[in-house]
């Protein structure tokens, strides 16, 4: 084992020492930006330490016996093959670590699924291989909705015949051309389905993800603290393009959100939003075309408020 | 103690290719179904290769996004139905009637019509690369309505699992019979070996999951050809019902290739501690336990399908509750080591790499159970790393030391030791490299089943693909080894360890083509 | 178990080609199905038709041989005994098989249909993707799929069946008791009558079929009902005339003088999946047709 544990070190030295443009590792689960996500952190780290303790007694053990019962120190081996004790030990101590366990994930599972009394609902709708994205208003009719594909930097670089470089793309495959805008400190209801195959909608940033099901609607919701471009994938096979329908969302601003949601309905906007429009919002800079909404408009704002 | 090797009604092994095809000898039968689990090691072991290649760097590189998906669904398929299940059934015919002294497996023809429905299974499986269209893109999983959008292969893709199926039933039913019927006298339930047990249990878990998938994928079928509408809302089903119809079956799946090996680790681990196993009666239990309970964890594969709250604890704490008997496991395998006299011959060495693995694979396994966790586990290169600590990291490393451990006895050879030393290290390392990094890229957000990643995910896939090629290649040492013992070695003794127990031990080596025609006497 | 003095003490046959024969032709039917479904018509159905040729001889060769291996009295009680193991458990997978559907349909009514309709977490699911839709039985799902059909009715051609399939696990038992008595006679006249009432029992299932597809308007695109329907009845209606056959093969040989009061086992595990059949339908009848 010592041997392994001197291999890696040496192994990963070599490799980390070549090319200096390597972004940061990461090694763990992000927090996330929701209160499910840093639920969901938690009870990943109290199980994490929980596995490392037992670790600990294993491979201690089987360390100390490897190490210190071996031929060469014990020439003849004891004979005792049953001890009723230690089995009941061994079979209580575990159950009550898994009872420790068991206690906080029911807890954060309940708070997931805590689906009333959203500020706003979003239906998101996989599809091969993009996602639609529609607004809902209070009567869960769908008032503004686009589009969202990989993004024309990354897909000019998927190719194999001939194979191209990623590497000029910072964000391949983790772009999209039309992002889904949420408001920041919002409950948000997402509404997830399908309209082909089996999707998975996840973004690790708000605490896991949701199979998109065609038929059926799944949820999740999000309630996200600070602005933020957050990127996240399809998770269930569903084809060639399974790798090629990413998720990016933009947290922005309560305001602009909404005014960007109301320009959007009034048809006042070029379109769907691109990725700099997003990031502009979500910096609080409604672009020109949105600014001095109409009476109406903050009317068509204020009812998808709910 | 009778241990005659004569043949009684002469009646040694036909001669030429003949004495293979229409084989009834569970020797033969065994040595069949190792060397064709083997032959898959490698050709599943390639598609491997093709996987850890095209995701070494970012981008596009070797091969499209289609043939890798295919490439991907095969590597599940072959590795599950084409080697670990036969090479586990391989065990099964060479031991079980020489663990428990009977003459042969029970139903003797049925043993050779289920070795070849395998080939013909798997034959029909990998002849759909071939096809237009090539084969399923979908995952071993198969889900709908995915699924039912294979080209052409689609129906030879599903008669295929057909045939696998029909192979595995008939294989178990002919283990139980073995086991309940044909045991020499004396030879106690508690008393046979663990191994047997092991197998015993799992037989039983086959027998009874092994018809669900087949149900699974004939709905699938149906769907597809029949306009039927089990996998379809519009008409009153839901996509999920093959996902419980799979689990339910695919669950139970995943410790009929870890209960026999389970049994393996049961057998080297006594016999190079040179102390009889701890707890010979938990650990029986604790294999029906595990079984029992695999019956009632399946949904734990869909807690991001939208399931009730309600449904989602009980499969939780179900789950939990699995790590109670294979912690007894565990435990009772260090403690039979406890105050041994050990030593580390090549099975013995990989019996205690597999505790050190397996139990990583057992360890985020609890993590994965938990429902809130598993949103951003699930489906994520975590799992991946999970099921490969488990499945690379615990079966075939029980594999790699039962072959070591019963080699000597099937073939009369002692191999050599050092190669097999060198194959222990270079595995179990190269195993760390290959899986540990992806536990990072799961819970950094890679997702399983892509042939192409975001930039970030680049340093730990390398390292990971840099562990394949290294584990890929360690593989041939073995090749060599195993090889070249069935030719050629130094001569085995009868009991070749001097501290193992069991009635295989008390024939000669290599063990006689009949044994046990008379019944031996169990003390 | 002891061993058997001066013999071997288990009767292990040697060099069996027809398991391997039977594989190849087994491959050749289901390689030709699939070729057939996929659209190769014609050369499918030609590797189909030569696979079964195949599987036929071989099938009837290799139980020649069981039977003629049989009636040497080759195997003793041990070899019955595992013979028995063996049909204990293959049944056993059957029942499992089955699980499978019978689950695929509770599963169905239970808890997709009211998914459908809004229940539990699906709230949404009726909302926004089908408004309206209420969860009932039978149902050919919010799509309605094929258009409207009536559902089975417990009455009628499903109770005569349950009749004729009660009568024939009578007859079929009355012969098993007539054989280990030695009323050959009696053997004879119950099994044809328990064929009889088998083959009876697949030509209303063939009847209920037509009926159900021109006058129910019920097919296998009506949905989950149709599709529970007809899958389930149309798997147990071929394990049905599968048992049919093996009783008529078990009938021609009792003509022929076969088995005698000890010496049975052929006869007892074509019972045995008898009554397995008739349990299945018990399920059906009270899931599929009452309920």
């Given amino acids: 084992m010592t041997r392994k544990l001197a291999v890696l070190p040496i192994l990963c030295a070599a490799l980390f020492a070549a090319p200096a443009a390597w972004a940061d590792l990461q090694f763990n689960m992000p927090r996330g930006v929701t209160p499910i996500s840093h639920q969901i952190y938690d009870l990943h780290m109290f199980a994490f330490w929980m596995m490392v303790g037992l670790g600990v007694v294993v491979y201690g053990g089987l360390m100390w016996t490897v190490i210190f019962h071996r031929r060469s120190r014990r020439k003849k081996a004891s004979q005792f093959h049953e001890n009723a004790k230690v089995e009941i030990v061994w079979t209580t101590l575990p159950f009550l670590i898994l009872v420790a366990l068991a206690i906080p994930a029911s807890i954060v599972l309940v708070n997931t699924q805590n689906f009333h009394n959203s500020d706003l609902k979003v239906q998101v709708t996989g599809y091969q291989w993009l996602w639609q994205y529609e607004y809902l208003d209070k009567k869960a009719e769908p008032v503004y909705g686009f589009y969202s594909r990989l993004s024309l930097a990354s897909l000019k670089r998927m190719s194999i015949d001939p194979p191209k470089s990623p590497w000029t793309d910072p964000h391949y495959l983790w772009d999209v051309n039309h992002p889904m805008i949420v408001p920041v400190h919002k409950k948000v209801l997402l509404l997830i389905t399908s309209g082909d195959v089996i999707h998975s909608f996840w973004v690790t940033e708000f605490g896991g993800q949701v199979d998109a099901i065609p038929g059926r609607i799944t949820q999740w919701w999000i309630n996200v603290q600070k602005p933020g471009i957050y990127r996240g994938v399809c998770n269930q096979i569903c084809g060639g393009g399974h790798a090629y329908m990413p998720v990016v969302v933009v947290a922005v601003p309560q305001d602009a959100f909404y005014r960007w949601l109301a320009a959007s309905r009034a048809g006042r906007t070029s379109g769907p939003p691109t990725m700099a429009q997003a990031k502009a919002l979500m910096h609080g800079n409604v672009p020109l075309a949105l600014n001095g909404a109409s009476s109406s408009e903050k009317r068509l704002a204020s009812e998808v408020k709910s | 103690m009778s241990t005659e090797a004569t043949t009684v009604h002469g009646h040694g092994p036909a001669p030429g290719i003949m004495r293979w095809i229409t084989t009834t000898n569970h020797k033969d039968i065994g040595t069949l179904y190792l060397t064709f689990s083997f032959i898959m090691l490698f050709v599943g072991g390639a598609m491997a290769m093709v996987i850890r290649s095209e995701l070494a760097q970012p981008g596009l590189q070797i091969v499209n996004p289609d043939f890798f998906n295919q490439m991907m669904t095969l590597h599940g398929l072959v590795m599950i139905f084409g080697v670990l299940m036969p090479a586990l059934v391989g065990f099964a015919n060479w031991l079980v009637p020489m663990q428990v002294g009977a003459p042969d497996m029970a139903l003797p023809r049925l043993n050779n019509w289920s070795f070849w429905l395998l080939v013909a299974g798997m034959s029909m499986l990998l002849s759909t690369l071939l096809m237009p269209g090539g084969a399923m893109e979908m995952g071993w999983t198969m889900y709908a309505p995915q699924s039912l959008q294979t080209p052409f292969s689609f129906a030879f893709s599903i008669f295929s699992i057909h045939l696998m199926g029909i192979s595995s039933i008939l294989g178990s039913i002919n283990i139980i019979a073995t086991i309940l019927n044909l045991r020499a006298p004396g030879m106690k339930l508690l008393k046979m070996p663990l191994f047997c047990w092991s197998w015993f249990v799992t037989a039983f878990l086959l027998i009874v999951i092994m018809p669900v998938l087949a149900g699974g994928v004939t709905m699938l079928l149906f769907d597809r050809f029949f306009g039927t509408s089990f996998f379809d809302a519009a008409g009153g089903g839901s996509p999920v019902l093959f996902q419980h119809v799979f689990w339910f079956f695919g669950h139970p799946e995943v410790y009929v290739m870890i209960l026999p090996a389970f049994g393996i680790i049961s057998e080297i681990i006594p016999t190079f501690s040179r102390k009889p196993i701890f707890g010979y009666t938990a650990m029986v239990y604790a294999l029906a336990c595990i079984s029992f309970i695999s019956f009632a964890v399946w949904a734990h594969h869909m807690f991001t399908s939208g399931m009730p709250t309600a449904a989602n604890l009980f499969f939780m704490y179900a789950s939990m509750l699995i790590a109670v008997p294979t912690g007894i496991k565990i435990f009772n395998w260090i403690a039979t080591m406890w105050r041994g006299s050990l030593t580390f011959e090549t099975p013995m060495l990989f019996a205690t790499g597999f505790i050190v693995t397996f139990t990583i694979g057992g360890f985020t396994g609890v993590m994965m159970a938990l429902v809130p966790a598993d949103f951003q586990y699930h489906n994520s290169y975590f799992i991946v790393a999970h099921f490969h600590y488990v499945l690379a990291g615990g079966t075939l490393m029980a594999l790699f030391g039962g072959i070591y451990y019963w080699l000597p006895k099937w073939t009369g050879h002692m191999y050599l030791e050092r190669l097999g030393k060198t194959h222990f290290w270079l595995t179990i390392i190269s195993l760390n490299v290959l899986f540990f990094p992806q536990h990072f890229l799961g819970l950094a957000g890679m997702p399983r089943r892509v042939p192409d990643y975001a930039l970030q995910f680049t340093d730990f896939n390398l390292i990971s693909s840099i562990g394949a090629f290294v584990f890929g290649a360690s593989q041939l040492l073995f090749l060599y080894n195993v090889v070249r013992t069935v030719h050629r070695g130094k001569q085995a003794t009868d009991r070749v360890w001097e501290g193992a127990h069991g009635l295989e031990w008390t024939v000669p080596s290599p063990a006689p083509y009949h044994t046990f025609q008379e019944a031996p006497d169990v003390k | ?291």
């Fill in chain 3, 1 to 291: 178990m002891s061993s058997h003095t001066g013999a071997q003490r288990y009767f292990i046959p040697h060099n069996s080609p027809w398991s391997f024969a039977i594989t190849v032709g087994f491959f050749a039917l289901l390689f030709g199905t699939a070729m057939l479904l996929s659209g190769m018509e014609k050369s499918g159905l030609a590797i189909l038709c030569a696979g079964a040729v195949v599987m036929i001889v071989c099938m009837v060769g290799w139980w020649r041989l069981v039977i003629h291996e049989s009636e040497s009295r080759t195997y003793r009680a041990l070899e019955d005994s595992s013979f028995r193991w063996g049909m204990v458990f293959f049944i056993f997978s059957e029942v499992c098989f089955f699980g499978a559907f019978f689950g695929a349909l509770f599963y169905s009514r239970l808890f997709v249909l009211p998914f459908l309709s809004g229940a539990s977490n699906n709230l949404f699911t009726e909302v926004l993707l089908w408004p309206g839709f209420v969860a009932q039985w039978p149902s050919n799902g919010p799509g309605n799929l094929g258009g409207t059909f009536e559902g089975m009715t417990p009455g009628g051609i499903a109770a005569m069946n349950t009749a004729l399939l009660f009568i024939s696990a009578v007859t079929v038992t009355i012969a098993h008791w007539g054989l280990k008595n030695g009323h050959r006679n009696i053997v004879k006249v119950f099994l044809a009558l328990t064929f009889f009432l088998g083959f009876t029992f697949v030509v209303s299932q063939a009847h209920e079929y037509i009926h159900a597809y021109q006058q129910l308007g019920l097919t296998l695109g009506s949905g989950i009902y149709g599709t529970t329907f007809f899958v389930l009845t149309g798997f147990h209606g071929t394990h049905v005339t599968i048992g049919a056959i093996a009783l008529l093969v078990i009938w021609v040989r009792v003509m022929r003088g076969h088995f005698d009061e000890h010496h049975h086992f052929g006869f007892e595990a074509i019972a045995w999946y008898w009554h397995f059949v008739d349990v299945v339908w018990l399920g059906l009848y009270l899931f599929v047709y009452w309920l």
